[in-house]
């Protein structure tokens, strides 16, 4: 699938809201040569009826954002508070009316020519919304292999944080994966165990328990995963959070990916056998129905993971 939307018109700039295809950097920036740069990517669910945007639990996407900027050691000129406010102030300007996708990043935008965080340790950042649907199918299953590339280790470079120049790795899976005729990819991490998919957490079910690797397994601590995990809990299925062996993939009687692209996609096939009966698995099922009524907030218990936006039309 190709992702190509053109973005909403207003985006967030050098400090200021200005129209998108005037946001523009130099050639030489620093973070466009070495990928010196830290992002995010939240979802808001447009509901037609009612005229307003969901987003999804901005507050956790913004505070890892930020999490990842400490781990590298720079910080952006914004707070948290202002974070939420741009977010804010982008939809009333944009007034999307369909389901959209905010990519938030800031970067090292000197045009000195070495791989630096910057001299002074402060990023730029820039903020832009696009009209986003499935990023992979989510209503029939998926095919996946084990990529022969190992996921980024967190003493290479953290896994922990959505650092730019570390997606070089997600692309080299992604690109395996579809030449040779899968959807999607999971990586093993430098122990050879599981970690994720490409851009997306991976969750298994065996004998009724919902497993998903831990985080020190080398993953990225996503949203969507915490959000899958207290779903399952909040719906009395047993969770587990630890380390998963590749052959064990091949004995799971469900899988799924989990995250804000991903949202809940289910995988029928991994390395040419199949996951269970190869169709969607009871708990899947469970969860990934209740996952889309949360994310579009028409569940009264999570209506806190949900930032409605009312005046976005
Ligand atoms: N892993 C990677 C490498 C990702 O890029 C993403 C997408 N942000 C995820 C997992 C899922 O995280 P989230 O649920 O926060 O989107």
Redesign the pocket.
């Known amino acids: 699938m190709a992702h190509t939307s053109q973005p909403f018109p207003f985006a967030f700039f050098n400090d200021k809201i200005v129209q998108t295809k005037e946001a523009q950097v130099s050639i030489m920036t620093n973070a466009l040569q070495y990928g010196t740069g830290v992002f995010?990517?939240?979802?808001g669910y447009y509901n037609k009826e009612k005229g307003f945007l969901s987003i999804f639990?901005p507050d956790?996407?913004f505070r890892?954002f930020l999490s990842s900027l400490k781990i590298i050691g720079v910080s952006i000129d914004y707070s948290y508070e202002q974070l939420l406010k741009i977010t804010r102030d982008l939809v009333k300007k944009n007034k999307p009316q369909t389901d959209t996708y905010f990519r938030p990043f800031a970067y090292a935008g000197s045009l000195h020519i070495s791989p630096n965080l910057q001299s002074d340790n402060v990023f730029k950042y820039a903020q832009y919304m696009i009209p986003l649907g499935d990023y992979l199918p989510t209503d029939k299953g998926n095919s996946v292999m084990v990529s022969s590339w190992r996921?980024v280790s967190d003493n290479a470079i953290p896994?922990r944080a959505?650092i730019s120049g570390?997606?070089i790795?997600?692309a080299l899976a992604k690109k395996e994966a579809q030449q040779n005729g899968y959807e999607e990819a999971i990586l093993l991490n430098e122990e050879g165990h599981v970690a994720?998919?490409?851009?997306?957490?991976l969750f298994m079910v065996r004998d009724g328990v919902l497993i998903t690797p831990s985080r020190s397994d080398d993953?990225?601590?996503?949203?969507?995963?915490?959000?899958i995990i207290q779903l399952a809990r909040d719906m009395q299925i047993p969770v587990e959070e630890r380390t998963i062996d590749r052959s064990e993939l091949y004995v799971a009687d469900e899988m799924f990916?989990?995250?804000?692209?991903?949202q809940v996609a289910w995988i029928d096939k991994i390395d040419q056998r199949m996951v269970g009966d190869s169709r969607r698995g009871t708990i899947t099922a469970r969860l990934q129905e209740m996952f889309f009524k949360v994310v579009r907030g028409k569940v009264k218990k999570y209506d806190h993971w949900c930032t409605k936006i009312v005046d976005s039309s």
């Not at 994720?196 to 957490?201: D, K, L, T």
């Not at 993953?219 to 959000?227: A, C, D, K």
């Not at 990916?257 to 991903?262: R, Y």
């Open positions: 995010g990517g939240i979802r639990r956790d996407h890892r996921r896994s959505k570390s997606y790795n997600s994720e998919g490409s851009a997306m957490n993953i990225l601590e996503g949203i969507t995963r915490r959000s990916f989990s995250g804000t692209g991903a």
